[in-house]
């Protein structure tokens, strides 16, 4: 692609630095503004006052609602402006109004967000985040730096997730629910401590995992947090199940670094219902 500062898709009061290279079919709003160093790939919409800083990578067939900002320098004392670190942003994502993404923060750093994702309103993603494919995020929603959300993960409005949490594949993450731990992947979790109350069923039958798939992960569920057996015990019974939504769980769970969140049940209790030795 080649530089095109001006052309029949990009309005006249939009500001479009020599250096940005843009698709001839992108269409580029009113009062844009679009960086140096900017790729913007085929059928791209930038609605009015839409921002893309320097080092901002975009797919094909993003949607841009008015005032999205993307490639914001970090909030992150250590960040110095002159380091070159990136965001990259894949294709079909639906970015709607005021969405904020932050490129990394050390040399070379890079945030990540995939494929047909839905980002609402008002979504702030911090540096460094990795988010995959057709994950949905309410408005008003936070993701601290380093976070992960996984594939097809479903967050509510304002979510808050700490940085370094990772959330699974599949989950859904109630509105106002503050995730300081991970959230394996499958669960339903809510309440202003993030806790498990089952499987997120509708999310499963949405993307037709069978009936034996929801039977595997509701005994793996009932072993993680039910069967007061020792975590590493736990784990390696949900292995033996063998299906792939359980490995990925055992995987998940085995990789967690801040550790995982508690079952609702335990929360009033206090008890290590989920199997914390």
Not at 38 to 47: A, K, Q, T
Not at 55 to 73: E, I, P, R, V
Not at 115 to 125: E, K, L
Not at 191 to 201: I, Q, R, S
Request: aromatic share 6%.
């Amino acid at each position: 692609m080649e530089p095109i500062p001006s052309g029949p898709n990009i309005a006249t009061t939009a500001s479009i630095h020599p250096g940005a290279r843009i698709h001839p079919t992108a269409m580029i709003g009113a009062h844009c503004i679009v960086e140096d160093e900017v790729e913007i790939g085929p059928h791209n919409r930038l609605d009015p006052f839409v921002i893309v800083k320097r080092y901002t990578t975009l797919g094909a067939g993003n949607h841009l609602y008015s005032g999205a900002q993307l490639g914001t320098d970090p909030m992150d004392k250590r960040f110095r402006e002159e380091d070159a670190s990136y965001l990259r942003v894949g294709s079909d994502n639906i970015l709607r109004e005021y969405v904020n993404i932050s490129r990394g923060t050390k040399p070379g750093a890079v945030t990540v967000l995939g494929d047909d994702n839905y980002v609402m309103s008002c979504v702030h993603i911090a540096h460094d985040c990795q988010l995959g494919s057709h994950i949905t995020i309410g408005p008003s929603t936070s993701l601290g730096g380093y976070a992960e959300i996984e594939d097809n993960a479903f967050l509510s409005a304002g979510v808050g997730v700490h940085q370094f949490s990772k959330v699974g594949r599949l989950c859904m993450v109630a509105a106002n629910t503050r995730v300081a731990q991970d959230v394996p992947p499958y669960f339903l979790v809510s309440e202003f401590d993030c806790a498990a109350h089952g499987l997120n069923l509708v999310g499963l039958r949405r993307a037709g995992a069978s009936r034996e798939t929801v039977a595997a992960l509701k005994q793996a569920y009932r072993l993680l947090y039910r069967s007061g057996l020792p975590r590493k015990d736990a784990l390696e019974q949900i292995e033996a199940l063998a299906t792939p939504e359980a490995l990925h769980l055992v995987a998940f769970i085995r990789s967690s670094k801040r550790g995982i969140c508690r079952d609702n049940r335990s929360m009033n209790t206090g008890a290590a219902a989920s199997g914390e030795e």
